[in-house]
């Protein structure tokens, strides 16, 4: 007989489910080699006085599984050169066998005859031991290659390899990206091995808690389907269309564009953002926050095209922050109250990459942040301390004295003394507004946004009389500036009448 391979399968782990050809083989066999002796079937066959050789001494000298296969792969090629062999893989010869597929693929070229006898796989029995038809729909992932194999939310997954609690960890960050944190997630150990079988479905944020991973245990994920399976829309589409314009053909303006040349349109942006919500228009809203995203994705299609992140990494790594700094949902940590939420964030920020607590507490507030955003998040990060009035009576009354100083620098006539009580006065009254509850930023704005409907309500009626805005008197446009309230008076109340009512949907 020729250099020859037979490849079998053991099965998922029950003896009773070894086939009777491959049981034939393996009786016969006088040269076999298994991958691993890992495996439930592997004491059954010493019992029936089988012997055998593994591969199972590669596991602790090879850097990472390709190299390990490739090794396993090359001592299959030396030996079957020596004699016929048997070579005998956990499941299906055909399931996840890296080595498997290497000696089909170049065993042949080498001269050797490579037969590969099935077996059930793991998939059999999970399916059978959950009840699941897998015409239904059904996409299997190896667990350590989801960054190049994606789960597909709309269909049953089965994610395999999970045989530690650090790989569970890493599956469960990438599966965050996909799924909702309480998606249920089946945890299947030995399904259909006698007396060794766990089956037990938890929501995907505690995943990584379970404590009993080994080298037979795999995950199902049933389809997100209904309201929970709007939890992702892929951002491969606009992604695409973004490098389509960055590309050699695509649009000459946006290949110029540079991440400082972008900061303008991302401020802009954010402030549309704001107006939409400040207005309580919804539809806008919908409209500014794409607007919005398409300069996050315009960023980071910049960044990949130097080779530092795409928008996955974007999103990886945002989810990744969020589950650490909440322990208190996705971990044990207990708060009583959002004070100390902030406080357990502060602290868990302060730890992350092991970076030491900055040398001043104001050091994270960006200076790039308008001055309102700024003084507010200067007083509520030192407020964390107690640096702060009681209650916002403190506040108030600052501000009346601020006032006084304002008037006392007015009668001195020095413009930068005014300038400077006129700034503490401003911070004075962005420290009661915070005190109050209120986003002074949101406060002014809504502020700005009035006064441009009422004089915009002053021009259109200097417009029906055919005359220029100077031409009227100060008493005339203060008249029409009251007629401009009366009027949002009106349409505030119209509004009310409304709240409630269901709007059409956004396709409509």
Not at 127 to 140: E, M, R, Y
Not at 402 to 430: I, T, W, Y
């Amino acid at each position: 007989m020729g250099a020859q391979i037979t490849v079998v399968g053991l099965g998922p782990g029950n003896p009773g489910h070894l086939p009777l050809s491959v049981w034939e083989v393996l009786r016969k066999a006088k040269r076999l080699f298994l991958r691993t002796e890992q495996h439930p079937v592997v004491p059954w066959l010493k019992e029936k006085g089988i012997s055998f050789e593994t591969f199972d001494c590669l596991y602790e000298t090879g850097r990472d599984f390709q190299e390990i296969y490739r090794h396993m792969a090359e001592a299959l090629f030396r030996e079957a050169a020596k004699g016929p062999l048997v070579f005998a893989v956990p499941g299906h010869p055909l399931m996840a066998e890296e080595t498997v597929g290497i000696v089909l693929e170049e065993g042949p070229r080498r001269g050797l005859k490579v037969d590969v006898l099935p077996a059930m796989s793991f998939v059999d029995v999970i399916c059978s031991a959950l009840g699941l038809d897998p015409a239904g729909g059904l996409h299997l992932v190896d667990g350590l290659r989801l960054d190049r194999l994606e789960p597909v939310p709309g269909v049953g997954n089965i994610i395999f390899q999970v045989y530690s609690r650090l790989v569970a960890s890493d599956v469960k960050l990438t599966l965050m990206e996909y799924y909702p944190a309480s998606h249920p997630v089946t945890v299947i150990r030995a399904a259909g091995v006698p007396g060794l079988e766990r089956i037990e479905e938890h929501p995907l944020y505690e995943l990584d808690r379970l404590d009993w991973f080994d080298h037979l245990t795999s995950l199902y994920l049933p389809p997100c389907s209904g309201a929970a399976g709007k939890c992702r829309y892929p951002l491969d589409s606009l992604v695409e269309v973004m490098a389509t314009l960055r590309g050699e053909k695509g649009c000459p303006w946006d290949r110029e564009q540079t991440h400082r040349s972008l900061r303008p349109f991302l401020l802009e942006e954010t402030y549309e953002v704001l107006e939409a919500i400040d207005q309580e228009d919804m539809y806008k809203l919908c409209e500014e926050l794409g607007d919005l995203l398409l300069q996050i994705v315009f960023h980071s299609q910049l960044a990949r095209e130097k080779g530092f992140f795409d928008i996955n990494d974007v999103v990886k790594g945002i989810t990744a922050k969020m589950l650490r700094r909440h322990p208190h949902v996705f971990g044990d940590v207990l708060v009583r109250n959002s004070a100390e939420v902030l406080a357990n964030w502060d602290r868990i920020k302060a730890r992350e990459g092991g970076k030491e607590r900055p040398a001043s507490l104001l050091k994270d507030v960006p200076r790039s942040l308008p001055a309102l955003l700024q003084a507010s998040s200067l007083q509520a990060r030192v407020a964390q301390v107690g640096f702060d009035w009681p209650d916002y009576r403190g506040a108030l009354d600052k501000v009346f004295e601020e006032l006084q100083e304002v008037r006392q620098a007015l009668s001195g006539g020095r413009k930068a003394e005014l300038e400077r009580e006129l700034g503490d006065l401003l911070f004075a009254v962005v420290n009661l507004s915070r005190l109050l509850g209120v986003e002074a930023e949101v406060a002014l704005c809504g502020a700005i946004n009035r006064f441009r409907r009422r004089f915009q309500h002053i021009e259109e009626r200097a417009r029906q009389y055919g005359r220029e805005l100077s031409s009227f008197t100060l008493d005339q446009l203060d008249a029409w500036w009251e007629e401009a309230k009366k009027v949002e008076q009106v349409e505030k109340k119209r509004n009310n009448f409304h709240v409630g009512r269901k709007p059409k949907r956004f396709s409509e």
